[in-house]
């Protein structure tokens, strides 16, 4: 298995446009959270609180998290808690919507459309194209690659 470094510096190669950079600070968290969005719209028949019901997001995000955890724990850190963050705005963006003709995986589309046109517009800028067609992993390495460089403002090690 390759090193969390050597994922981060292969990412690194096909993003180093200013302007794409840029593009994938806005979009890679907004595709992270459209994924936890459409995940978080199937529902299971268990309730987590009384409030809380088990759906495809909680399960996926579980596996999600070893995959992290594999590659760097300081790093799977970071992306618990992103990912806690990306379950509570799917919760409250399905409670808003309740009741209306809008549904949580409607915005969660839209949104994901909209950021990989981005994600593409980025990369045309690069000149590169997108990791991922080399290797499907790099999926995941987006969001910790964006994580890496606040980690390393802060300080953290990886």
């Keep these: 298995m390759k090193s969390i ?13 200013p302007t794409n950079k840029l593009i994938h600070w806005i979009c890679v968290p907004v595709i992270f959270f459209t994924i936890v969005g459409l995940f978080y719209s199937i529902k299971f028949p268990y309730f987590i609180t009384p409030t809380f019901q088990l759906n495809g997001a909680v399960i996926a995000l579980t596996f999600v998290f070893i995959y992290y955890v594999l590659l760097s724990r300081t790093l799977a850190v970071g992306m618990l808690f992103f990912s806690l963050i990306c379950l509570a705005i799917a919760y409250q963006i399905e409670g808003a919507v309740a009741g209306t003709a809008i549904s949580l995986w409607m915005v969660c589309v839209t949104l994901f459309v909209l950021a990989w046109i981005g994600q593409f517009y980025g990369h045309n800028v690069e000149g590169i194209k997108p990791s991922f067609l080399k290797d499907l992993q790099f999926l995941m390495i987006g969001p910790a690659w964006l994580l890496s460089f606040i980690y390393k403002k802060l300080g953290i090690a990886l």
């Design 5 to 17: 470094q050597t994922w981060l510096d292969e990412y690194g190669v096909s993003h180093q446009n």
